[in-house]
T-cell receptor, first 113, second 112 residues
Framework: DGGITQSPKYLFRKEGQNVTLSCEQNLNHDAMYWYRQDPGQGLRLIYYSQIVNDFQKGDIAEGYSVSREKKESFPLTVTSAQKNPTAFYLC????????????FGPGTRLLVL | SQKIEQNSEALNIQEGKTATLTCNYTNYSPAYLQWYRQDPGRGPVFLLL?????KEKRKERLKVTFDTTLKQSLFHITASQPADSATYLC???????????FGSGTKLNVKP
């Protein structure tokens, strides 16, 4: 089955720790995205990538980093510089940056200990 | 950037009725607009896309309209069912087709 997988489903971060969220897709999509969702708010774009070895900052990139070494993978690292990391993180992909539709993974809920 | 407004109050309707959700945007008119469904604790699922030159799009019990003069899209679910209960998000592509902007969504509750 084609789709997007995210792991883990739940992640706990200690103070000062960096954590990495995994995102893999087998849809052969060029574009991939990371969003953050807080209760009662819309999805906010963290980073996006058009092709391998290329990525751009979204609207709330501070405290986050990404890499795109393979077409299928787009991991997100939440660094210790992100002071309010508790949120639901969603990875998505689309055929290219113009869409037309985005396909989302199941999400990772990050909690701070 | 684009500002998208969706009614933050939940919409409660009776089973069998038509649900109508609204999405308003404030800046440029996008080339296309999308609607997604999101269930609690899960990722959004793409439902429908409508282009700027289309007034209406249908898919089974779903209908979307797009009025670029009013800067508004309406999303209708006819003959609604309790299984339609979810949060519905609208999304617009960015001016340079490099990103998407999402509304905060409207929660729909369909009561049996």
């Amino acid at each position: 089955d084609g789709g997007i997988t995210q792991s883990p489903k739940y992640l706990f971060r200690k103070e000062g720790q960096n954590v990495t969220l995994s995102c893999e897709q087998n849809l052969n999509h060029d574009a991939m995205y990371w969003y953050r969702q807080d209760p009662g708010q819309g999805l906010r774009l963290i980073y996006y990538s058009q092709i391998v070895n290329d990525f751009q900052k979204g609207d709330i990139a501070e405290g986050y980093s990404v890499s795109r070494e393979k077409k299928e993978s787009f991991p997100l690292t939440v660094t210790s510089a992100q002071k309010n990391p508790t949120a639901f993180y969603l990875c998505a992909s689309s055929i290219d940056l113009a869409g037309p539709a985005q396909y989302f993974g199941p999400g990772t809920r990050l909690l701070v200990l | 950037s684009q500002k998208i407004e969706q009614n933050s109050e939940a919409l409660n309707i009776q089973e069998g009725k038509t649900a109508t959700l609204t999405c308003n945007y404030t800046n440029y008119s996008p080339a296309y607009l999308q609607w997604y469904r999101q269930d609690p604790g899960r990722g959004p699922v793409f439902l429908l896309l409508i282009r700027e030159n289309e007034k209406e799009k249908r898919k089974e019990r779903l209908k979307v309209t797009f009025d670029t003069t009013l800067k508004q899209s309406l999303f209708h679910i006819t003959a609604s069912q309790p299984a339609d209960s979810a949060t519905y998000l609208c999304a617009l592509e960015g001016y340079n087709f490099n990103k998407f902007y999402f509304g905060s969504g409207t929660k729909l509750n369909v009561k049996p």
